[in-house]
């Protein structure tokens, strides 16, 4: 496939040595030379320098309606533009558009109607930001089969009834409904566990269930959190006014922002929530306002370094758990877990839903999870694939790099078990950590 992307950033370049892995031919353009250099290296991209907008930028690209064109600027206006060009013009095959949260969005769909999918992170953020608050203890929770199956993480700790067991007493200890365990991340490495695996303290838990079942399998696994009650937002940007607006009415709810002019835009937009002009990270602000009564301090100003500094000052004061916005990948390794509670990476939460776009067909569904360590798909049984019908689970010689922990089957969702036979028309929930793996599975059975 032709994919041209515009904007060579973190989100843009991320999803260009994405989509360069998978036998696509990946034209990145930007007007920023350094963010061309770091990708101009990698085998499978070509980069253009110039304006992603300007119609003799794109002109350069040889645009056509066999191209995907993912306009990821940093800039709303020339995403927007740029797809106005490139279908009126070029007429481009489709087009993918990022938006950054302003008063677009209401208009988008008017002014740029060729446009096949607009994709907004900061709502994709605080959506997820916001299932993490209604389900205390848990890490990451990504939705599978029409939110109808959860994919969790969370922290294994002596208090839960199954650390210190095999994965297969967690049939004992929850009889009446099944759940499995797809991976585990233990020592900086990704397991694919079995039923004899052990689970130790400290590993980082990833389990299938249905959202009712959560708090259940939780507590096999650590001693369940109290539900949160008052939460504190640093920065009142459009996450911060989004993510606020979303729970106040859930939670005792405060937003602080440094900037007096932000904050006076946002007492205007948010009713009923309290807005405090000051510095998120002032060790004498945080005690004044009772830091140590906040169940959760989430930090998403624009600036990864203010997110860092706030979550820690207030982790050190007393909040019990924090929840920081970082962009910068080098970042994550310099965090320990006992440093920063969650880190949500919005590059990883806009790389995972434009896969999801560009491979629907066979796949419906895609998430990267664990900095991109491993991935969780939803493949459709069709005929591409049709020589798995028939198969049971433990015919498919699935090894260590692989495996399905679940199948949607027409209304139902069901765990599966190695005597589960596929079925025409399933969709496989497969968790993997090695992408060669998943296609030496799919070039077998197609």
């Known amino acids: 496939m032709k994919i041209v992307i515009l904007g060579g950033g973190s989100i843009g370049g991320s999803v260009a040595n994405e989509l360069s892995t998978e036998e696509n031919d990946v034209i990145v353009i930007d007007n920023n030379q350094e963010n061309l250099d770091s990708l101009s290296s990698k085998e499978g991209i070509l980069t253009i320098n110039g304006n992603a907008s300007s119609p003799s930028t794109l002109k350069k690209a040889n645009l056509d309606d066999d191209t995907l064109l993912l306009c990821l600027t940093d800039s709303e206006e020339v995403n927007l533009l740029a797809s106005i060009v490139a279908k009126s013009k070029f007429n481009v095959g489709k087009v993918v558009c990022r938006l950054i949260g302003s008063d677009y969005e209401k208009i988008s769909q008017d002014i740029a109607s060729g446009v096949d999918y607009f994709i907004n992170p900061e709502n994709l953020i605080t959506e997820e930001i916001k299932e993490l608050l209604h389900h205390p203890g848990s890490l990451e929770i990504l939705d599978f089969v029409d939110n109808r199956l959860k994919l ?224 969780v798909i939803e493949m459709n049984v069709d005929d591409s694939i049709k020589k798995i019908i028939g198969k049971r689970i433990v015919d498919l010689g699935l090894n260590g790099s692989m495996n399905i922990p679940a199948i949607c089957r027409e209304d139902k969702v069901l765990m599966a078990h190695g005597v589960t036979e596929i079925k025409e028309g399933d969709h496989l929930l497969i968790f993997y950590k090695d992408k060669s793996a998943f296609d030496s599975f799919y070039n077998k059975y197609k």
């Open 152 to 375: 969790v993480s969370v922290y294994a700790k002596e208090s839960g009834l199954l650390v210190g067991k095999q994965i297969r007493e967690l049939r004992d200890h929850l009889p009446d409904y099944e759940t499995r365990i797809p991976a585990i991340y233990r020592d900086e490495e990704l397991i694919i566990p079995n039923g004899e695996t052990i689970i130790q303290k400290d590993d980082e838990v990833y389990f299938v269930a249905d959202e009712k079942h959560i708090e259940q399998v939780t507590r096999e696994l650590q001693k369940l959190e109290e539900k949160y009650k008052n939460i504190d937002i640093a920065g009142c940007g459009n996450i911060g006014k989004s993510l606020a607006t979303k729970i106040y009415e859930d939670f005792n709810v405060k937003v602080i922002e440094k900037d007096q002019e932000q904050c006076e835009e946002a007492a205007e937009e948010l009713d009923n929530i309290l807005i405090l002009n000051a510095d998120a990270a002032d060790k004498e602000f945080l005690s004044s306002e009772g830091i140590n009564d906040c169940d959760v301090f989430i930090a998403v100003t624009q600036d990864d370094e203010t997110n860092v500094i706030c979550s820690l000052m207030a982790k050190k004061l007393g909040a019990k758990k924090t929840i920081t916005i970082i962009n910068k990948e080098a970042y994550f390794d310099l965090m320990d877990r006992n440093d920063l509670d969650i880190i949500i990476s919005p590059v990883q939460i806009t790389v995972s839903h434009i896969l999801k776009y560009i491979r629907k067909g066979l796949v419906f569904n895609a998430h990267k999870v664990k900095k991109g360590a491993a991935e």
